[in-house]
């Protein structure tokens, strides 16, 4: 890992019981990169190194990468998978969004849903939001009582624990954008008739609650970053800087992990083709 | 639809009832494309189109898109998935490899599984390899009962019906290679010690049995290419023209599908962003 790298990820990381508060982080933070142009090259840059360490990841079919991408409405989740996935291509990369549950999964527990679509052995997995929205709307719109969501935090750090455990390493992205940076936002999705479909109504509803969720946000941060499965917040305001950002801690994640191409089990002289 | 778009698809689409034969088939035609470097270029460039179609049918959010890659060891069908959707990016494209079925599988009917991974409305949906395994290697190695395997093709062309009846559109490719070209890749794939994970020594096995293969292809391929789900015999020895075809059938297909960002509902003036 360069020195760069090992900066940039100690810049967002979250140590494990951090008094982190969103308040006091900067969503308009860039000073980790240069000036814009060179950084989003440098980004196309990274995002083939990921392409190539997919590759070899997919080879080796023993370990996997969960990236959990959190954040609230337009705080540019869709955005990051482009940018930073799409040369991966979809063989060995799933993305999984998760909404408001069907009336099946609410017939499981909370996790049921979530485990079921972790990535398989070889491959990237992605989800655009998670279990996590067990203690962030259902925490802020009151949809599960004080306490269950209390047992929640130590419930998901032990199945991320068991995850981590049986070979999927895990990166959590909180993409942190200002509600200035928000209100911008849904009001392009409003402007431009292309971005009509990406507007709900509802989203300004829950704009109303957005103290509550940066509450929220905070307490899950300070609760389940942990040093199996590390929150990272990334300063999300400037697509460039959260795309670069996320670029690098998954380029340097995969490095870490160092996929090998598997040895054969046969000796290459054993067989003819005829 | 262009008139050579029309002619490519023409020249590799099966009739419905056609009396095809694979050994009538040139796997080495390259008649409809110009020269290799021209062509790859052009399907980078149907790539990055086909891109922007899947943009517009994930917004839209009421179709899909499925792609069923079928064909012998080495014929390219993982080779296929990364020079024409790699553009497109894992957001809305999902791949499923579809391998020896497992004990929990082989407890339900064979299309169970499949009809689990069919993609969802907005996305696209490759299987690499697919149903037809089932009237394939379960008929060469004698799995299943001729009995079973004659009701299966009907029992496959209702079930395609049911999707494509329920807003999925089907395209499938089968990759048409030469025994001689088999016979060089496998040979790659011993010589090249980054390649070894891929070799399989099955696949020597499955190759003694060329001809039955063969000819099973030539059933399923006069009994399953129907009006609304047609089989198209893709060349592939040669790997640009291989993706080219699939590349701008594709993007043909997509572009008559002609996905639409949907209306809002609402009117911009009527919200206020606070």
Redesign the interface.
Known sequence: MTELERSIIARVRVEPGENVSLRERDPRDSRLFGEEKGTKSATAALAKEIDALQDRLY???SRALLVILQGTDTSGK?GT??NV???????????TPFGVPSKAEQAHDYLWRVHAACPRRGTIG?FNRSHYESVLVEKVRNLSSPELIEQRYDQINAFEKHLVENGTTILKFLLHISKDEQ?ER??ER??D??K????N?GD?DD?THWDEYQDAYDIMLQRCSTPHAPWHVIPADRKWVRNATIATIVKATLEEMDPQ????Q?K?GA?T?S
């Open positions: 080879a080796e079919g869709d998978i482009r996935f799409n040369a991966t291509g979809p063989l060995g990369v799933s993305v992605i209100k849904l009001q409003l402007n008739p292309r009509h479909w990406k507007f109504p300004l704009r191409y598997p040895k054969a046969w290459p067989f083709i």
